[in-house]
């Protein structure tokens, strides 16, 4: 059962897929946040787009026994595409390339065989080696790279040979910046390590801005190999969000000021297991970032507190924080030694939002209105009142990686809050947002 908006998307599936017989009922849309009283009026009503009883419809389908060609499965065989086009005048092959929807409508560097094979120079892999896989989401085919494709597509980000090792660093992680959902995701890429240096990466002022060509051009590449290697954003088939995200552009590419940490703070990547000498980039996934100068009497520490409290995005249980340089000394001379010290005390000290938290906790809210503490004396302070539960603390599962666990205090709770310190150090300024860690991979190993 699909809603009706969604037609293109699941009968393009299920063609490539290899099943274009796939028997579905369509329902109105959306039904998202629509009432069940609603629902069930469209339960028996009738398809919208076949005009049959949606119940007699789910019927037959169930029931009809299925013919030869109704039982063939598995994966259409994807068209070879040439390794080159024939030549044409620039503004021609660049018009080509807006028109198949290889680019993000803005101009690209047009990637000659010279231009490519420069690119190809500053890593020792081969050409024709795997790079990795990556889909628009689980239920479409993954599209499988090699270096050389990863390298055309650095060439038409505008990225310098000696960026690639990073850009194929991010390729090898699979992680499409363009995940087909309707909530229109964004990514974010984190860069440490002495490769941040080597290449010129922008680590101050303006460093989430687009003042910088490694930044910018990097964080470019990820979205043009998203489309053109991992098959995603082709609106309504591929890309689904509603509005889109204007952070796909370059996805949030910038490097951690590890010059700027406060004494005892570590660097993200060694949070994640590396050594401090390792060149690594690290990937979030998330929806919104909010940047924030806000001035106020409360030390900066509970500002941020009072913030992430009343921070509200879609499912929120986990968040990170990108604060500028001024604000993390403040923050570690407020009684934080560490990154792990201040996550920790931010998901033990933050509640939730009476609103959300009885939204999203109908046991509760039973049990509450039962009399059953201590929910009860939460209900009765008002629907406004901070519920003192975090959304932030969780425990980790048994056996989890150690890896993982490295940016933690003990192996037992963990906390979903990432704090990564990146500015120009020129106001007290820092930002928010729903991102949560995904993982890290190794620059290195592309050189």
């Not at 604000?327 to 939002?353: I, W």
Request: a negative charge; glycine letters at 10%.
């Amino acid at each position: 059962m699909i809603t009706q908006r969604f037609e293109e998307l699941v009968t393009t599936t299920a063609f490539k897929k290899g099943i274009p017989n796939l028997r579905i009922t369509y329902t109105p849309h959306p039904i998202t946040d629509r009432p069940a009283e609603l629902c069930r009026k469209y339960v028996a009503a009738d398809d919208p787009l076949t005009g049959r009883p949606m119940l007699e419809e789910i019927y037959d389908s169930l029931t009809r026994k299925l013919s030869a060609e109704d039982a063939k499965a598995g994966f259409l065989k994807r068209d070879p595409r040439p390794r080159l086009l024939g030549p044409d005048t620039p503004d021609n092959l660049m018009e080509y390339f807006h028109e198949q929807g290889f680019t993000d409508g803005n101009p690209i560097i047009l990637p000659t065989e010279e231009k490519v094979a420069e690119m190809l120079k500053a890593t020792s892999r081969e050409p024709d080696e795997w790079v990795g896989q990556m889909r628009p989401s689980p239920p479409h085919e993954a599209w499988y790279y090699t270096v050389e494709m990863v390298a055309v597509n650095a060439v038409m980000a505008g990225a310098k040979p000696e960026y690639f090792p990073t850009i194929l660093a991010i390729a090898s992680k699979g992680v499409t910046s363009l995940f087909s959902s309707t909530s229109s995701f964004a990514r974010m890429v984190i860069v440490n390590g002495p490769i941040v240096e080597e290449i010129g990466m922008n680590t101050s002022i303006g460093a989430l801005g687009p003042m910088d060509r490694a930044n910018s051009s990097i964080g470019r590449c990820w979205t043009l190999i998203s489309k053109n290697l991992g098959g995603s954003g082709k609106p309504g088939e591929t890309y689904l969000g509603s509005q889109g995200n204007q952070l796909n552009y370059n996805n949030l590419c910038f490097p951690e000021t590890e010059s700027g940490l406060p004494g005892g703070w570590k660097p993200l990547h060694v949070q994640k297991g590396f050594d401090k000498s390792d060149s690594v980039v690290s990937i979030f996934s998330g929806w919104s970032i909010n940047d924030i100068a806000w001035y106020s009497p409360l030390p900066i520490h509970e500002v941020i507190r009072g913030w992430l409290e009343h921070f509200f995005s879609f499912g929120t249980t986990q968040a990170t924080l990108i604060l500028d340089p001024i604000v993390a000394d403040d923050v570690a001379s407020n009684g934080f030694p560490s990154k792990e010290a201040y996550a920790k005390y931010l998901a033990e000290n933050t509640g939730t939002p009476g609103w959300l938290y009885w939204s999203q906790n109908p046991n509760a809210l039973k049990q509450a209105e039962e009399g059953v503490e201590p929910y009860a004396g939460w209900l009765k302070q008002g629907m406004g009142a901070v519920v003192p539960v975090s959304r932030y603390s969780r425990r980790a599962p048994a056996g989890r990686n150690p890896a993982f666990m490295a940016s933690r205090d003990n192996n037992e709770t963990s906390t979903s809050i990432e704090i990564v310190v990146t500015g120009g150090g020129t106001n007290t300024f820092w930002s928010g947002g729903d991102f949560g860690y995904v993982g890290s991979a190794s620059v290195d190993q592309w050189r």
